[in-house]
Each structure stands twice: as structure tokens, then as C-alpha cells.
């Protein structure tokens, strides 16, 4: 019905930049929030970033300051802009939407690996 791709990960130096993309396609006319999260070897996954379709934006008080999540205008994409990256931020970053304003999740991408070296 919806299927999310995520883009734009890889290998960065601790202090560098990395920005994911996610492209959703298929029934998304009812989709009122994406975002991400993501999920380290032996851990949790852990939200992340969530933006609705109006705008409001969220995120997990480790990311403040350093992490932006947007949107494009068809709000079809959206994006994190990942600034002052450190070791502790790898993992792999799953694409989500939901079409409820709280609540899981309704449709996952298959993530994307983002590594942070020291």
C-alpha cells in the first residue's frame, strides 16, 4: 500500500554530516506523520524524528540541536539532516509513516546503515 525508501547513508567521520532521504510512494494520501528511527545490534529501536503534515516536528532529546527533520512540499519525502554526528548515532535508520496523528507506525522502509567513525 505505502513503501518508503530511504537513501543517503554511509560511513561518516564523528563530526561530519550525513542527510537521509525518505521517498514514499503507493496509497499515502492518508498519511499524516513520517519520521525515523533507528535501532543499534542488541538494542532497541528508538524513535528518532517525526514531522506531520502540517509541519509540527519532534525529536529525541539526544539529537536536538544536531538533527532537522523536514519535508518537501508534496510531502512525499522526507528528510534528516544529521549534523555533528558522533559514534553513539550508528545504526541503522528506518523510514516510518503512520496514518495517525500518535501511535506505531503503519508502514516501514527497510532501513538504511549510517556508521559514524571516531
Known amino acids: 500500500q505505502v513503501q518508503l525508501v530511504e537513501s543517503g547513508g554511509g560511513l561518516v567521520q564523528a563530526g561530519g554530516s550525513l542527510r537521509l532521504s525518505c521517498a514514499a510512494s503507493?496509497?499515502?494520501?492518508?498519511?499524516?506523520?513520517m519520521g525515523w528511527y533507528r535501532q543499534a545490534p542488541g538494542k532497541q529501536r528508538e524513535f528518532v524524528a517525526t514531522?506531520?503534515?502540517?509541519?509540527?516536528?519532534n525529536s529525541v532529546d539526544s539529537v536536538k540541536g544536531r538533527f532537522t527533520i523536514s519535508r518537501d512540499s508534496a510531502q512525499n519525502t522526507v528528510y534528516l539532516q544529521m549534523n555533528s554526528l558522533k559514534p553513539e548515532d550508528t545504526a541503522v535508520y528506518y523510514c516510518?509513516?503512520?496514518?495517525?496523528?500518535?501511535?506505531?507506525?503503519?508502514?516501514w522502509g527497510k532501513g538504511i546503515l549510517v556508521t559514524v567513525s571516531s
Open positions: 503507493g496509497s499515502i494520501g492518508s498519511i499524516v506523520v
Open positions: 514531522i506531520t503534515i502540517g509541519g509540527t516536528t
Open positions: 516510518g509513516a503512520r496514518r495517525r496523528y500518535y501511535g506505531n507506525m503503519d508502514f
